[in-house]
């Protein structure tokens, strides 16, 4: 007879959910454009203002990943504390400093995207958090192991890249302003969308650094993710400025 359901079983198969909606994800957005950005249209229903929708669908990823850490067994420990504060460093910027630095911000997103963004970081809060301080094992040496060393050098250089890649978006505009026009400078010179290439590094990284399938399914459902909307956005700088650099690809250096 099969014995009651563990908690571990469970994980495991949100951690199937997770690769499911990356292949959901996937698709669609092959098909439909998420329409936040410049892709931004009527039709979704609801919208509320970009900054409180940012604030509001990436708060879980701070709060309700730190509440899910803290309750686990391994919480106090070093290596599972060390890539809390790796998680949260970027997550903390990207919740808290990366709305305010905003500067078009009469945009709105629809109430369907803030919710199914919502809902994600709820269930990848709880497959991340609680694989690294309760389910998973991470003694105190795993810190000098070659996963963590190596996960977290691409974990770092996906940072740095994600981070001045918006930075260099962000500046192309003065406060008010709602134009686009073309970016330079840095990654910028090899792809579009340097930004979305940090963050599959970033997550990348993590993957490696946690050596967890846990890891694996937020990696891949950020390339589901981030691939196709990549790819959308290089097609609109081609058809939008007829003098949009040639060699450039969407996101993958050389490659894509
Ligand atoms: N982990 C994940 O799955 C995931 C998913 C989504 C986003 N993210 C991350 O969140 C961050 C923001 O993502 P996003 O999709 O909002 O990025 P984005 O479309 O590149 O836009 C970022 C900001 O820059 C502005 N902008 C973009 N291109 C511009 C241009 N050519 N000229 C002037 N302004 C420009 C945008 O204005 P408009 O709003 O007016 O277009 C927006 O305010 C990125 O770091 C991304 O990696 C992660």
């Not at 609680?130 to 070659?146: A, E, F, N, V």
């Not at 909307?229 to 450039?248: G, L, M, N, T």
Request: proline share 7%.
């Amino acid at each position: 007879m099969a014995g009651p359901v563990t908690e571990l079983q469970v994980h495991f198969w949100l951690i199937l959910l997770m690769f499911a909606l990356a292949a959901q994800t996937f698709v669609l957005l092959l098909l439909v454009n998420a329409p936040y950005g410049r892709f931004n249209r009527t039709g979704w229903g609801p919208t509320i203002p970009v900054r409180t929708a940012w604030l509001i669908f990436e708060s879980p990823a701070v709060i309700v990943f730190a509440l899910i850490y803290l309750s686990g067994d391994n919480a106090g420990d070093a290596s599972p504390l060390v890539l809390f504060a790796i998680w949260q460093i970027h997550y903390v910027l990207r919740t808290f400093v990366f709305p305010f630095r905003l500067r078009e911000r009469r945009k709105r997103i629809p109430v369907a995207i803030v919710t199914m963004a919502i809902l994600f970081n709820v269930l990848n809060a709880y497959i991340n958090a609680r694989w690294i301080s309760h389910l998973g094992t991470y003694p105190d040496d795993w810190l000098s192991s070659t996963p963590f060393i190596v996960g977290l050098g691409i974990f770092v250089a996906g940072w740095i890249i994600n981070q001045h890649a918006d930075l260099t978006l962000v500046r192309l505009r003065k406060p008010g302003e709602s134009h686009y026009s073309i970016p330079h400078g840095g990654m910028y010179r090899h792809v579009s969308c340097p930004n979305y290439f940090g963050e599959m590094l970033e997550w990348t990284g993590w993957a490696v650094m946690t050596w967890s399938l846990a890891g694996t399914a937020f990696a891949v459902f950020t390339a589901a993710n981030l691939l196709p909307r990549a790819v959308a956005i290089h097609r609109w700088y081609q058809e939008k400025f007829p003098d949009y650099p040639k060699s450039r690809k969407a996101v993958i250096p050389f490659v894509l």
